[in-house]
């Protein structure tokens, strides 16, 4: 009878196990694990804009500033200083300037063989300041002194404006349009355009 009863058991398991091939052979993803990963991604704003100024003149600067804030108590008669707060600010940036190539002017005469070209005059295209890497730092000071953060932005923005109009009136855009000039007569030339004028508007 225990006989009996351990065969029945082997073909019991047999026939389970040969069931759980078949449901296996039959469908690979009924034990599959799976892993769901979910991301989101917001596209705020995408732009692919085509360059069209032409950088012909980069100026390289350093510069240091001293900044003052002072703060005082008015009595009616006199003003009694009590805060007074000096910086050192040491920063660093670069100036361009170069044309717009997009209002590019060109025309070809050909009984003369001659090219012209229309370029428009040079403009200050960046004035970039690294404030990452600028150091301030304190000459003088007290725990009554004040000096917000914002000061030293606005010390270097003016003093960046300042240092761009007097490039500007060094010449730094008429430089740039003799590079201009020169680049393209020489583009034009390279091309068989032996006789090349150049005017800047």
Request: proline share 1%; aromatic share 10%; hydrophobic share 40%.
């Given at each position: 009878?225990k006989?009996?009863?351990?065969?029945m058991?082997?073909v019991?398991l047999?026939?389970?196990l040969?069931f759980?091939g078949?449901?296996?052979?039959?469908?690979d993803?009924?034990f599959?694990t799976?892993?769901n990963?979910?991301?989101e991604a917001?596209?705020i704003q995408?732009?692919?804009?085509e360059l069209?100024?032409?950088?012909?003149?980069?100026?390289?600067?350093s510069?240091?500033?001293?900044?003052?804030?002072?703060?005082?108590?008015s009595?009616?008669?006199?003003?009694?200083?009590?805060?007074?707060?000096?910086?050192?600010?040491?920063y660093s940036?670069?100036l361009k300037?170069?044309?717009d190539l997009?209002?590019?002017?060109?025309?070809?005469n050909?009984e003369t063989e001659?090219?012209?070209?229309?370029?428009p005059?040079?403009?200050i295209?960046d004035?970039v300041?690294d404030?990452?890497?600028?150091?301030?730092?304190d000459?003088?000071?007290?725990?009554f002194?004040?000096?917000?953060?914002q000061?030293?932005?606005?010390?270097i923005?003016?003093?960046?404006?300042l240092?761009?109009?007097?490039?500007v009136?060094q010449?730094f855009?008429?430089e740039?349009d003799?590079r201009?000039?020169?680049?393209?007569t020489?583009?034009?030339?390279t091309n068989?355009y032996?006789?090349?004028?150049?005017?800047f508007?």
């Amino acid at each position: 009878m225990k006989i009996v009863f351990r065969t029945m058991i082997i073909v019991v398991l047999i026939l389970a196990l040969v069931f759980v091939g078949a449901l296996l052979m039959s469908n690979d993803t009924l034990f599959q694990t799976k892993t769901n990963i979910t991301s989101e991604a917001a596209l705020i704003q995408d732009r692919l804009v085509e360059l069209s100024e032409w950088t012909t003149l980069r100026y390289d600067y350093s510069n240091v500033i001293i900044s003052r804030t002072e703060r005082t108590l008015s009595l009616g008669v006199t003003d009694i200083n009590y805060g007074e707060a000096i910086r050192l600010i040491e920063y660093s940036g670069y100036l361009k300037a170069g044309t717009d190539l997009s209002k590019l002017q060109i025309s070809y005469n050909e009984e003369t063989e001659k090219m012209f070209i229309r370029v428009p005059k040079s403009k200050i295209l960046d004035n970039v300041v690294d404030t990452d890497s600028a150091i301030v730092e304190d000459v003088k000071g007290n725990i009554f002194s004040d000096y917000p953060t914002q000061i030293i932005f606005d010390e270097i923005n003016a003093e960046k404006k300042l240092l761009e109009e007097e490039k500007v009136r060094q010449g730094f855009l008429d430089e740039a349009d003799i590079r201009i000039h020169s680049l393209l007569t020489s583009f034009f030339t390279t091309n068989g355009y032996n006789d090349v004028v150049i005017e800047f508007y």
